[in-house]
T-cell receptor, first 113, second 111 residues
Framework: NAGVTQTPKFQVLKTGQSMTLQCAQD?????MYWYRQDPGMGLRLIYY???????DKGEVPNGYNVSRLNKREFSLRLESAAPSQTSVYFCASRRGGNLETQYFGPGTRLLVL | GENVEQHPSTLSVQEGDSAVIKCTYS??????FPWYKQELGKGPQLIID?????GEKKDQRIAVTLNKTAKHFSLHITETQPEDSAVYFCAASSGTYKYIFGTGTRLKVLA
């Protein structure tokens, strides 16, 4: 099992450019998440998908869109990148029930100039 | 809104000493409290968790305690080793899909 994988690992964008961050999990989890991590602010939820076919806004959704392509894949799109979106982005999937927990990917480091 | 406060933000201990990180949550409906360890350049990894029907849980050198009345939970690491150096995050969940994370504690274990 690869767990949660993310691509790319690192990206530099110019202000106004667009890009899609890809995430996939092979653990057959229903729920998937996108977080951003900024110094001193911990992990903030951008969007989540409770199950295939559903998506919901988290704490900081402005400037982002998501697609739950199928049960495995959950992508995050920046339509017009801004310097404020410079961050490290983590995707996670959640195993529910009695063994509840979230599993995180390795992250995508994004720099917007 | 829902909030998790985590202290301290940085913690330095001598190798072999104990380390304690504390979190306070605001949502009284929270019933699941995981702790994650994040090493440099990697994603957070679950190290221990506790549910609201349990007051304490231990796994080798790591333990977590929960005080539901005070809405406090803490991570205790005993006999610290250099490889324990990392950023630690607490989180709280009320059984919905959302986790609320603390702001993290950078632990440095000095050899």
């Amino acid at each position: 099992n690869a767990g949660v994988t993310q691509t790319p690992k690192f990206q530099v964008l110019k202000t106004g450019q667009s890009m899609t961050l890809q995430c996939a999990q092979d653990m057959n989890h229903n729920s998937m998440y996108w977080y951003r991590q900024d110094p001193g602010m911990g992990l903030r939820l951008i969007y989540y998908s409770a199950s295939e076919g559903t998506t919901d806004k988290g704490e900081v959704p402005n400037g982002y869109n998501v697609s739950r392509l199928n049960k495995r894949e959950f992508s995050l799109r920046l339509e017009s990148a801004a310097p404020s979106q410079t961050s490290v982005y983590f995707c996670a999937s959640r195993r529910g029930g009695n063994l509840e927990t979230q599993y995180f990917g390795p992250g995508t480091r994004l720099l917007v100039l | 809104g829902e909030n998790v406060e985590q202290h301290p933000s940085t913690l330095s201990v001598q190798e072999g000493d104990s380390a304690v990180i504390k979190c306070t949550y605001s949502d009284s409906a929270s019933n699941y409290f995981p702790w994650y360890k994040q090493e440099l350049g990697k994603g957070p990894q679950l190290i221990i968790d506790i549910r609201s029907n349990v007051g304490e849980k231990k796994d080798q050198r790591i333990a977590v305690t929960l005080n539901k009345t005070a809405k406090h939970f803490s991570l205790h690491i005993t006999e610290t080793q250099p490889e324990d150096s990392a950023v630690y995050f607490c989180a709280a969940s009320s059984g919905t899909y959302k986790y609320i994370f603390g702001t993290g504690t950078r632990l440095k274990v000095l050899a």
